[in-house]
Nanobody, 121 residues
Framework: EVQLVESGGGLVQAGGSLRLSCAAS????????IGWFRQAPGKEREGVACMNSADNMEYYGDFVKGRFSISSDDAKNTVYLQMNSLKPEDTAVYYC??????????????WGQGTQVTVSS
């Protein structure tokens, strides 16, 4: 059973930083993409960042613009999202997600429970 457990969300002032963590387990896929989606109130879910098992290339949503960075610690089976220069519009629930057989997230197969990120102005 695939399990994705996020942590690290919270309240931060604009311009601040947060690091999200995702402890992943139960994978049996040869190839997959893992990363982060987010959903703000009243808006659709959108991809934030991802990386894949094949070549570890990193992909980011256009709105990230160099502010966020995805990384992984394979020994801990953990994926991180370092978020800097946070803006109020980054306020959302952030989900750790996995999709099998792809290099970039399109329609994730598995979702974590989500962690709230709130950026105050």
């Amino acid at each position: 059973e695939v399990q994705l457990v996020e942590s690290g969300g919270g309240l931060v002032q604009a311009g601040g930083s947060l690091r999200l963590s995702c402890a992943a387990s139960g994978f049996t896929f040869d190839d997959y993409a893992i990363g982060w989606f987010r959903q703000a109130p009243g808006k659709e879910r959108e991809g934030v960042a991802c990386m894949n098992s094949a070549d570890n290339m990193e992909y980011y949503g256009d709105f990230v613009k160099g502010r966020f960075s995805i990384s992984s610690d394979d020994a801990k089976n953990t994926v991180y999202l370092q978020m800097n220069s946070l803006k109020p519009e980054d306020t959302a629930v952030y989900y750790c997600v996995v999709e099998a057989g792809v290099k970039i997230l399109i329609r994730p197969d598995y979702w974590g429970q989500g962690t709230q990120v709130t950026v105050s102005s």
